[in-house]
């Protein structure tokens, strides 16, 4: 004989079996051994990173057949980055530490 059973709701229960002696797992502490929230995200950066640039330099070797160092996507960019953190460090030494002795302003003194 056969039925014809239609399901309208399905619920798939799983059960998990602890077998300890105290009925409850023990939670072992890393005594702050571990990398933390900085850690990981940082992890998870360098990958994303890894992951485009393998990404781009693949997309630009097969499909767009570039070859040799014109390979990496961006290029320039990242190659006028130290020239950037250069200019950078040098624009804030400038403002904190104001004019040298060998600056000669736009503007000249008044004596009133």
């Known amino acids: 004989m056969v039925q014809n059973v239609a399901l309208v709701d399905c619920v798939v229960v799983m059960v998990t079996q602890l077998k300890h002696p105290s009925g409850c797992a023990y939670i072992m502490s890393s005594g702050g051994q571990g990398w933390g929230w900085f850690g ?11 992951a485009y640039i393998l990404a781009g330099a693949s997309y630009r070797y097969f499909n767009l057949g ?6 990496i996507p961006n290029l320039e960019t990242w190659a006028s980055i130290p020239h950037r953190v ?6 804030m030494v400038r403002r904190f530490r104001g004019p040298s002795e060998g600056y000669r302003s736009s503007y000249s003194p008044v004596n009133f």
């Not at 990981?40 to 890894?50: K, P, S, Y």
């Not at 570039?66 to 390979?71: K, L, Q, S, T």
């Not at 250069?86 to 624009?91: A, D, G, I, N, R």
């Open 40 to 50: 990981t995200l940082m992890m998870i950066i360098l990958c994303l990173f890894g």
């Open 86 to 91: 250069q200019s950078f460090f040098m624009s």
């Open 66 to 71: 570039v070859r040799g160092i014109d390979v």
